[in-house]
T-cell receptor, first 112, second 113 residues
């Protein structure tokens, strides 16, 4: 069974630039999550989708972060413009509704 | 509000020795508890979970954790560690099944040959 796919694995940008991350969840998983994991901290939920609707985006910095899941499958997380403090690993996870979350390998973002 | 405290940021232990990784939580409602493991350059993998029933839960690779409601703890233990257990371990709590996970800051377990 294919797992959660994320790309790119690494990204280096300068502050004030834009960046986008892509996630392909496990087939059939209706729920998709984006987490931010800053070095030395645990993952923090940014946004949760169920199919193509947003369930929880209370911790998403909406002035610079946006996410979409237009067809209820793939998802894209964007940062525009990036700040130094956005340097982190961005993890995508998916699950059946109410079930265990499965995580991708993440995208490591460095903002210089 | 929920929170998770992992008291030890790093735990070095010799191969074949026992280990305990501590996790304490706070929650005002019913809790569901999880341990995830993260190997270098990989995503998080579920190690074990407590949703209901027996307070002692086990994983397939020899780890176990016990839900202690009075102590608000969910410590992870293994009687004999292997080199391959070297990884970061995260404790997480939820008040809605497997959704809405709040993670601790992680404990880096290093197994010394």
């Amino acid at each position: 069974e294919a797992g959660v796919a994320q790309s790119p694995r690494y990204k280096i940008i300068e502050k004030r630039q834009s960046v986008a991350f892509w996630c392909n969840p496990i087939s059939g998983h209706a729920t998709l999550y984006w987490y931010q994991q800053i070095l030395g901290q645990g993952p923090k939920l940014l946004i949760q989708f169920q199919n193509n609707g947003v369930v929880d985006d209370s911790q998403l910095p909406k002035d610079r972060f946006s996410a979409e899941r237009l067809k209820g499958v793939d998802s894209t997380l964007k940062i525009q413009p990036a700040k130094l403090e956005d340097s982190a690993v961005y993890l995508c996870a998916s699950s059946f509704i109410g079930d265990i979350q499965y995580f991708g390998a993440g995208t490591r973002l460095s903002v210089l | 509000a929920q929170s998770v405290t992992q008291l030890d940021s790093q735990v070095p232990v010799f191969e074949e020795a026992p280990v305990e990784l501590r996790c304490n939580y706070s929650s005002s409602v019913s809790v569901y508890l999880f341990w995830y493991v993260q190997y270098p350059n990989q995503g998080l993998q579920l190690l074990l979970k407590y949703l209901s029933g027996s307070t002692l839960v086990e994983s397939i690779n020899g780890f176990e954790a016990e839900f202690n409601k009075s102590q608000t703890s969910f410590h992870l233990r293994k009687p004999s560690v292997h080199i391959s257990d070297t990884a970061e371990y995260f404790c997480a709590v939820s008040d809605r099944g497997a959704n809405n996970l709040f993670f601790g800051t992680g404990t880096r377990l290093t197994v010394i040959p």
